[in-house]
């Protein structure tokens, strides 16, 4: 399978703890996004990253939230002290967007579904 | 402030029929428009992109409106099937508008399409 894949696809834990979600974007794609969706919304940007640079984050991402690109290849998602209101969808997308290009077409995960008790 | 609007009640119809979803929205000049399938507990699932400067775009059963006048776009799935049920979703992005470095993509709530057999 060459498409977007995430781990772990669901992630229970209490509240105060901290989790760590993986996403690893389709091959060769320079761009890397993470998005929130709760129930019966469309989901909302976090941030992203062009390569292993993170070039902008939503005022969404508190300080408990941590991203990370190391080789510009996969990314991490961090949240240390976990709330009840992190309880979310966590969706990773890739594209590769070329330089002067509009568009840029995101390709998405099959998600890590959080749960905080 | 900006807003995304799409059906917000369920559309059913009977299998055959053609499928209408709509997405309005306000204080927004999106540069181009994605529209998304998404399956209970999965990622959404790129369907189509269309450019401020086109007016129509279409892949097999699918046909996408996007009128810059009415700040709308019109998602049609003719000759419908109960496979077509799902949340479809609705995504606009602004990159220009955003100085050229971002594509995130701000979704409306998405619309639940029920097609009965």
């Known amino acids: 399978d060459t498409g977007v894949s995430q781990d772990p696809r669901h992630k229970i834990t209490k509240r105060g703890q901290n989790v760590t979600f993986r996403c690893d974007p389709i091959?060769?794609?320079?761009?890397l996004y993470w998005y929130r969706q709760t129930l019966g919304q469309g989901p909302e940007f976090l941030t992203y990253f062009q390569n292993e640079a993170q070039l902008e984050k939503s005022r969404l991402l508190s300080d408990r939230f941590s991203a990370e690109r190391p080789k510009g290849s996969f990314s991490t998602l961090e949240i240390q002290r976990t709330e009840q209101g992190d309880s979310a969808m966590y969706l990773c997308?890739?594209?590769?967007?070329?330089?002067?290009?509009?568009?840029?077409?995101?390709?998405f995960g099959p998600g890590t579904r959080l749960t905080v008790l | 402030s900006q807003k995304i609007e799409q059906n917000s009640e369920a559309l059913n119809i009977q299998e055959g029929k053609t499928a209408t979803l709509t997405c309005n929205y306000t204080n927004y000049s999106p540069a181009y428009l994605q529209w998304y399938r998404q399956d209970p507990g999965r990622g959404p699932v790129f369907l189509l992109l269309i450019r401020e400067n086109e007016k129509e775009k279409r892949k097999e059963r699918l046909k996408v409106t996007f009128d810059t006048t009415l700040k709308q776009s019109l998602f049609h799935i003719t000759a419908s099937q109960p496979a077509d049920s799902a949340t479809y979703l609705c995504?606009?992005?602004?990159?220009?508008?955003?100085?050229?470095?971002?594509?995130?993509?701000?979704f409306g709530t998405g619309t639940l399409l029920a097609v009965q057999p």
């Open positions: 997308a890739s594209s590769f967007r070329i330089a002067g290009a509009i568009t840029d077409t995101q390709y």
């Open positions: 995504a606009l992005a602004s990159p220009i508008y955003y100085g050229g470095a971002t594509n995130k993509l701000i």
């Open positions: 091959s060769e794609h320079n761009r």
